[in-house]
C-alpha cells in the first residue's frame, strides 16, 4: 500500500485566500483525523471522521476550517479566508478499525500563510 | 482530560551510547502509550507501544517502561546510530480508538558521530 497521500506538500498563499488540503487515506481504513503541528501547541487533532462522517470537529480552531470527506478514499480539509497565524504543518493519518488506536501519519502539508 | 509532559526536549548523544525519554500522564485510565518518530520532512511513525498491562517491552535496539503506579513511562534506544536522529512523541490513550490519543510535546534526538 502507498500509505496516507497528502497534496500538496507545500503551499504558500497570502492572507485571505482559501487554501484545500487533500488526502486520500490507506484503503481499508476506517477512520481518517487532521492534526495540525506547530511549535507552540504540538501535534493537535482538529477533527476526524468515521466511515466518511464527521464525529469529533471539537479541536476545529474557528469557522473558517471545514473538512469534508465525499467518499472512503479522499477528505479535504479548507482555511477560508486564511490568515498567518493558521501556517503550519497540517497531517492527515488514518487508522483501521474502532479497536485499533495505531494511527498512519501522511507526509504533511507545510502550509505558509503572508 | 489527558495530559501528556515529555522531557527532554532536546537530546544529543554519542553514536553507540543509549538514549532515554520519559513522559508522565495524568488520566488513570490512560491504558495504551504508544511512542512515534519523525523524521525531517515526513510525518509520525509508530515504533513501539505499550499497554497497561505490561511493564516492559522491547524491539530489537528499543524498549519501553511503564509504571502504572507512578503514571509514567520511557523510551530506550540502545546503541544509538545516525539513523536514530529524529523528534520522538511520547502519547498516552484510553483505549477503544485512536480519537483519544494525547501526545506529548515532542524530543528532538541528535546522534553525534
Redesign the interface.
Known sequence: DAG?IQSPRHEVTEMGQEVTLRCKPISGHD?L?WYRQTMMR??E?LI?FNNNVP??DSGMPEDRFSAKMPNASFSTLKIQPSEPRDSAVY?C?S?LT???????????TQLSVL | GENVEQHPSTLSVQEGDSAVIKCTYSDSASN?F?W?KQEL??????II?IRSNVGEKKDQRIAVTLNKTAKHFSLHITETQPEDSAVY?CAA?P???????I????TRLSIRP
Open positions: 496516507v477512520y483525523f504540538g501535534l487533532l476526524y464525529i469529533d497531517f493519518a487508522s474502532t479497536t485499533n488506536e495505531k494511527l498512519f501519519f501522511g507526509s504533511g | 495504551y504508544p512515534y520532512g515526513k510525518g509520525p511513525q509508530l507501544d512523541f490513550s483505549g477503544s480508538s485512536a480519537s483519544k490519543i501526545f506529548g510535546s515532542g
